[in-house]
């Protein structure tokens, strides 16, 4: 089997929530350059209008549509379903990447930062899934079934607050989600994985990686010694919606740099040297 039948998205619809910025954005290109149809929403529609034109002028064999959408509400997840039916009539691959994040110290986390950040990472994410099911199903296959590559965090793997502590366990939840979903649906012929990325340039970590000494330091804390870059994303896509991904369902891929791996020192090092 040829890469191309491996990888490549031909003739294949996909919509990317949160997909104007950041890992959204990442994987709508990879999409886009592996030849898929890529409906990209974010709150903000402008702006994925302004990158669907970005994107669409690279000359790529398939294109980018932007709109707004927005997965806060329960409102905000019937109005996106409708703009994506206005659209298409069947969709192939479905990319939960919007999310939100709160930060605070223990001890000043507010109430309020649960219900914020749970409604958009967790049950917008997963009424986005359920009311796009009878689009998502009707052109899949047991050999070529439809995916849903859903974002949660290497914080949502690892024990890591890091003041954002209502993020960190939407994102477990996230995973958690998704193996659900990845048993519930195999028997529909859609596959449903998720990424747990580490630190990436992104609007949401702008405050740690926002320059190239800034984007230095925080590699120098990743096992690997770097912050991640749009071809890792762009890979696990690619792997994740083409043909080499059809067998997968229920998996949580660490894309983080070895993050999801550390553990604190070995105990007896110390006594040992």
């Not at 409708?82 to 001890?107: E, Q, R, Y």
Request: proline residues 3%.
């Amino acid at each position: 089997m040829d890469i191309q039948t491996l990888f490549g998205l031909d003739g294949k619809v996909a919509l990317v929530t949160g997909g104007a910025t950041g890992i959204g954005r990442m994987a709508a290109e990879s999409l886009m350059r592996a030849g898929a149809t890529v409906l990209i929403a974010s709150r903000k529609g402008d702006a994925c209008e302004a990158v669907a034109k970005e994107l669409n002028a690279m000359g790529a064999s398939g294109k980018v549509i932007g709109f707004a959408g927005d997965v806060g509400s329960e409102e905000g997840v019937d109005a996106l379903v409708a703009a994506v039916k206005g659209h298409t009539d069947t969709l192939d691959i479905l990319m939960n990447n919007a999310g939100i994040t709160w930060g605070a110290p223990l001890g000043q986390f507010p109430y309020s930062a649960w219900s914020k950040v749970m409604d958009v990472n967790v049950a917008g994410m997963f009424d986005l899934t359920q009311k796009l099911l009878t689009m998502l199903t009707a052109g899949a296959s047991v050999d070529d079934p439809a995916r849903v590559i859903n974002v949660g965090s290497v914080m949502g793997q690892r024990e890591m607050g890091d003041g954002a502590y209502s993020y960190s366990m939407s994102k477990a939840a996230v995973h958690h989600m998704t193996k659900i979903l990845g048993k519930e649906l195999a028997g529909n012929a859609v596959t449903v994985n998720a990424l747990a990325p580490g630190p990436f340039v992104s609007r949401m970590t702008a405050f740690a990686t926002h320059d190239e000494d800034m984007r230095s330091r925080v590699g120098d804390d990743v096992p690997i010694g770097r912050v991640g870059r749009d071809e890792d994303i762009g890979g696990c896509m690619l792997f994740l919606c083409g043909r080499g991904g059809a067998y997968v369902t229920g998996a949580v891929i660490p894309v983080s740099g070895g993050i999801n791996v550390m553990s604190g020192p070995n105990i007896f090092e110390q006594a040992l040297h």
